[in-house]
């Protein structure tokens, strides 16, 4: 699966704090992997109950057999080793980056920002035709030079070794990250957790950013709203994301209170870590867009074998806690609207808001939106980011 023609590209930094990595995953762990899936203890279930209480067993079965029997990490450590990773040190956290320069020399630099429980993986399809247009039948003058960070306490930056790693502290280090790699200007974009750091980034690096593309916004009325202002489809929109947000689903309330009982069962099970992350891709993509189980499976080894089932749900906790309020993103954004998201914004309340200066609204796509439909998102990352290039 090629998706950067031509050679490898390693930029040269000539800077001693940028540390080239490579996914080198000892076969021990491999084999007490396939190990722990063979041992599994399996619960019992409800018959004919479906996905009504959970990920059904017959379902997850068969989706450990594969994993155990089939399923070929060494393609996929190459694969992801295709690509030029490093790591840097910020604010006292190992943080784990892709970055892939454009052969194109005016090429817009772009951070992409994944959220729970996705990954870099998230945005491996959309890598070759940002960053080389040309080579895929695109124009030369949308390129992109990528910045594909993973949070602290995420894969391979690995487990946070202290409190405070929330939202605002992340997009601190993303704006220290992009000035250690020498970008004077740059733009932004993530769906889930990515949007909320994204919108934060711009805050706190306002003059060296030109806009943030989303592809996930809650729209929050203000106090003198009037719904009567509203067609029926954004009431509907407007009721079912204030519904999101009132009443948080089990895993959000248990991330962001009890993460470290949780971290137990997900470290040591590997069973466990795949059903719970598979339920959200079941639960949050289109179902005609549903997501391969080689990727998803190469997503859920980026927790396990990092370990970091626990310091990712961390970020929950931390930003909970922190109770931080984002304010009115500073600068351009564009936002992209999937049918199958958690919760669809209301153009006229996030226009109040923000200087929305691109809208458009996908009749296909959920959640997982760079995994689930990455040809329209390049589409759209390409048509939003137009209007900054110099």
Not at 300 to 326: C, D, H, I, P, Q
Request: charge should be negative; hydrophobic fraction near 35%; proline fraction near 7%.
């Amino acid at each position: 699966m090629e998706l950067i023609k031509g050679k490898k590209n390693y930029p040269d930094f000539n800077n001693e704090e940028i540390r080239p990595f490579s996914i080198e995953i000892p076969q021990g762990e491999l084999d007490d992997l396939r190990e722990r899936l063979a041992r599994t203890r399996w619960p019992d279930e409800l018959a004919e109950e479906g996905w009504n209480y959970g990920v059904p067993l017959d379902y997850l079965r068969k989706l450990a057999d594969y994993w155990r029997d089939t399923y070929d990490w060494r393609k996929h450590e190459a694969w992801l080793n295709g690509f030029p990773h490093y790591t840097i040190t910020i604010d006292g956290a190992n943080i784990h980056f892709l970055h892939v320069r454009s052969p194109e020399p005016d090429a817009l630099p772009l951070i992409l920002t994944h959220g729970w429980p996705g990954s870099i993986v998230e945005f491996l399809d959309m890598i070759g035709p940002l960053v080389d247009p040309k080579a895929y039948g695109g124009n030369p003058n949308d390129a992109f030079h990528l910045v594909i960070p993973s949070i602290p306490g995420f894969g391979f930056s690995g487990p946070t070794r202290e409190q405070g790693w929330n939202v605002n502290r992340v997009a601190r280090a993303w704006a220290e990250l992009m000035s250690r790699l020498g970008y004077a200007r740059y733009g932004a974009q993530g769906g889930d957790w990515g949007a909320f750091i994204s919108r934060a980034l711009a805050e706190v690096d306002q003059e060296h950013m030109c806009g943030v593309h989303l592809n996930y916004l809650h729209t929050i009325p203000a106090d003198d709203f009037d719904p009567n202002e509203l067609s029926q489809e954004e009431r509907d929109r407007l009721e079912r994301s204030q519904r999101y947000r009132s009443t948080p689903a089990g895993y959000m309330r248990l991330q962001a209170t009890r993460p470290q009982t949780l971290s137990y069962a997900l470290t040591d099970s590997p069973v466990g870590q795949l059903a719970w992350i598979v339920e959200k891709f079941w639960e949050w993509t289109d179902p005609a867009c549903r997501v391969d189980e080689d990727r998803i499976l190469t997503n859920v080894m980026l927790y396990w074998l990092t370990g970091t089932a626990g310091s990712s749900a961390r970020l929950y906790y931390e930003n909970f806690k922190s109770k931080g309020v984002l304010n009115p993103c500073p600068v351009p954004m564009g936002i992209a609207v999937l049918p199958y998201e958690l919760a669809m914004p209301v153009r006229s309340l996030a226009e109040r808001e923000h200087s929305v200066v691109h809208w458009t609204e996908f009749d296909r796509g959920g959640h997982f939106a760079a995994m689930e439909v990455p040809d329209l998102m390049v589409q759209d990352l390409r048509m939003f980011f137009r209007q900054f290039r110099k």
